[in-house]
Nanobody, 126 residues
Framework: QVQLVESGGGLVQAGGSLRLSCAAS????????MAWFRQAPGKEREFVTA????????YYADSVKDRFTISRDNAKNTVYLQMNSLKPEDTAVFYC???????????????????WGQGTQVTVSS
């Protein structure tokens, strides 16, 4: 069983930055692909970015490419999302997700991920 706890959300002005963290408990963290998704009010949950267990491969949604950076520290069982140049349309609840251990590819499909955090709110004011 894997538990994920997100932190770092908050209110920021457009153009600002935030760094989200996702702390994971459970086994095989370094062997799991991790991802961030987000869900805005009235919209479906959407893929943001993912990173393989080794950290060598990452994948970004077009809407966040060149603004957001995913990284991980396997020694700390933590994955991060650095968000720069934030826009009002980035306002959403951000969720951390973990795939099955042994996964060695990135995916934007939500059903790939077996474990989910409770989410952290990010609000970007104009």
């Amino acid at each position: 069983q894997v538990q994920l706890v997100e932190s770092g959300g908050g209110l920021v002005q457009a153009g600002g930055s935030l760094r989200l963290s996702c702390a994971a408990s459970g086994r095989f963290f370094g062997s799991r692909t991790m991802a961030w998704f987000r869900q805005a009010p009235g919209k479906e949950r959407e893929f943001v970015t993912a990173i393989t267990g080794s950290g060598r491969t990452t994948y970004y949604a077009d809407s966040v490419k060149d603004r957001f950076t995913i990284s991980r520290d396997n020694a700390k069982n933590t994955v991060y999302l650095q968000m720069n140049s934030l826009k009002p349309e980035d306002t959403a609840v951000f969720y951390c997700a973990a795939a099955e251990y042994g996964s060695d590819s990135v995916s934007r499909v939500p059903t790939t991920y077996l474990y989910w955090g409770q989410g952290t709110q990010v609000t970007v004011s104009s």
